[in-house]
């Protein structure tokens, strides 16, 4: 949030909620009918389908996780000023246009690990580059085998497999999968998974936000997962359509997080170009530093 549209700087993190004329918040009934409307004739129809759906939603609790104050406690971490190019100058409820876009980002990372908690959700898929925010933000190392590789292996024996193309290619691989989480072998599984997230210390964060499986599950129970579901998936093991992967790895996190602070940095010197600000002048964030020593060098602005 910024006190004009002109502002550069000043920025701080915030929370909107759809609200009432009057200030209330709304309802879970109230925010599914503004999006969701009945087709003409079939409003009493509609209106009873979403009273079934109102009553199966769970809402996030606000009021145990303060996502504002707990993204404002991240940006005072070394770590992640310089991962986000956030000057150590500016402070974290007063920063400059030009890293609203990171910080952001930063925000819906810890979204997602308190919603996992909200939950009790084992993992969850976050944007492309965050999960070297979640390092970054609360001191755990990111495991460098992803959710994504392991569910690769499981279904084509390789971790680099396509999994969009191959199931696309192969539409009854839902209710197949379906069909293998019933089974013995899937309940160990995630028995085995959840019981080593559980016993594995400092690592649920990071486990929750992007299930670095592979470390913390022994090959011997993907190994079997694997057999098992490959029979059921596949009639004859020949049949196998393994497509060379071809989506993002997110193993490019540091290029995506460069690619950030490129994105403040075209911000900052268009901002100094067109008012005339020199390496020696103060910084446009006002935070009392000249501009090489504050937001330029956290940016790398030559």
Request: glycine share 8%; charged share 20%.
């Amino acid at each position: 949030m910024f006190r004009s549209l002109d502002a550069v700087d000043g920025g701080d993190v915030g929370m909107y909620r759809i609200s009432t004329p009057d200030g209330t918040p709304l309802t879970v009934d109230q925010q599914i009918r503004k999006q969701i409307h009945a087709a003409p004739g079939r409003e009493a129809e509609a209106s009873q389908l979403i009273d079934v759906l109102a009553t199966h939603v769970s809402a996030f609790d606000h009021g145990r996780f303060n996502i504002p104050s707990l993204t404002r406690g991240a940006l005072l971490h070394p770590s992640v000023q310089r991962l986000l190019g956030v000057s150590d100058a500016v402070f974290p409820n007063s920063f400059p246009r030009w890293v609203t876009f990171p910080i952001i980002r930063l925000a819906h990372t810890i979204m997602a690990g308190c919603t996992c908690d909200n939950f009790k959700l084992a993992a969850t898929k976050i944007g492309f580059g965050s999960e070297i925010l979640v390092g970054a933000a609360f001191s755990v190392s990111a495991a460098r085998d992803w959710a994504d590789n392991v569910g690769s292996y499981i279904l084509t024996g390789r971790f680099n497999s396509d999994l969009g193309a191959y199931v696309g290619s192969t539409p009854d691989v839902w209710t197949t999968i379906l069909a293998f989480r019933d089974t013995q072998t899937g309940v160990g599984l995630r028995r085995e998974i959840l019981q080593q997230l559980a016993t594995n210390s400092g690592a649920e964060f990071i486990a929750s936000v992007n299930a670095g499986l592979r470390r913390i599950v022994p090959p011997a129970v993907l190994d079997n997962a694997r057999d098992q579901l490959t029979e059921l998936l596949l009639r004859t093991r020949r049949e196998s359509r393994v497509v060379p992967a071809v989506w993002t790895n997110l193993r490019n996190s540091d290029a995506i997080a460069e690619s950030w602070r490129a994105k403040s940095r075209k911000q900052l010197e268009a901002h100094c170009r067109v008012f005339g600000i020199g390496p020696k002048t103060l910084c446009p964030c006002r935070s009392g530093e000249e501009l090489r020593d504050c937001c330029a060098r956290a940016l790398g602005v030559r």
